[in-house]
């Protein structure tokens, strides 16, 4: 099966979602970046059923963490690091700990708006780590 088509098409793409799942790690692995862009919102119906595989996926999941952290987009990273990186095994989650210091000691104006700060208090309190 092509992974592509495993993508959803809509935020109401249940079907698709659930079968990306389904699928597993590594069927995924050439779409992980577009499954991600599906957590933009957590309202979105696709974003419940795709964050805690994400999360399960470990390590391979770490680089596309990584580009919503450096995007613009402080909405996506809020989601992100509340649904995905918080639930990550501790290894893996140890190599965004300096961002996540960062975000809780040191917001941008616009990260602070978003709450960027408190949901990486949140993250760091999780694993045991201090702001």
Avoid at 10 to 39: C, F, H, N, T
Avoid at 72 to 93: G, S
Wanted: with cysteine; glycine share 4%; charged share 25%.
């Amino acid at each position: 099966m092509d992974p592509r088509n495993l993508i959803p098409t809509s935020k109401r793409d249940l079907e698709r979602a659930q079968a990306a799942v389904e699928a597993g790690y590594p069927a995924v692995d050439p779409i992980l970046g577009e499954l991600m862009k599906w957590l933009q919102d957590y309202n979105w119906p696709v974003a419940r059923i795709l964050a805690p595989f994400l999360a399960s996926v470990g390590a391979p999941i770490a680089p596309h963490i990584w580009h919503v952290l450096r995007s613009d987009d402080d909405i996506w990273k809020y989601w992100v690091i509340a649904v995905v990186l918080a639930n990550l095994p501790e290894e893996v989650a140890g190599e965004f700990r300096p961002e996540l210091e960062r975000l809780c000691s040191k917001p941008g104006p616009h990260e602070k708006i978003h709450e960027l700060d408190e949901q990486a208090r949140q993250v760091l309190t999780r694993f045991g780590w201090h702001c």
